[in-house]
């Protein structure tokens, strides 16, 4: 069974930052598999539909959309099967609840972990 945990979410001023981390088990990330996935964190805003913000492959080339570029870094441990998103300079368009997932995504997806950049 696969299990995708999010956590690091959080109410920040703009200009803050947070940090995020996803924990990921079960079969496909069972038996060292977890280093050769392309990971993913998503976003969910209200309203909105899910996107991806960022990306990292199993070389660990990463890639951003471009309303994150250069304030958002992807990294991940394949060691511990995480993959954490450091966030800097929010700005209040990146409130939303914030997933991890392969790239592209299973159908299952985790609780996500809301994150709201408000004064």
């Known amino acids: 069974q696969v299990q995708l945990v999010e956590s690091g979410g959080g109410l920040v001023q703009p200009g803050g930052s947070l940090s995020l981390s996803c924990a990921a088990s079960g079969d496909i990330f069972s038996r060292g598999i977890f280093r050769f996935k392309t990971m993913a964190w998503y976003r969910q805003a209200p309203g909105k539909q899910r996107e991806s913000v960022a990306t990292?492959?199993?070389?660990?080339?990463?890639n951003y959309v471009d309303a994150v570029k250069g304030r958002f870094a992807i990294s991940r441990d394949n060691a511990k099967n995480t993959v954490s998103l450091q966030m800097n300079s929010l700005k209040p368009e990146d409130t939303a609840v914030y997933y991890c997932n392969t790239s592209p995504g299973m159908d299952y997806w985790g609780r996500g972990t809301l994150v709201t950049v408000s004064s």
């Open positions: 990292i492959f199993s070389t660990g080339t990463t």
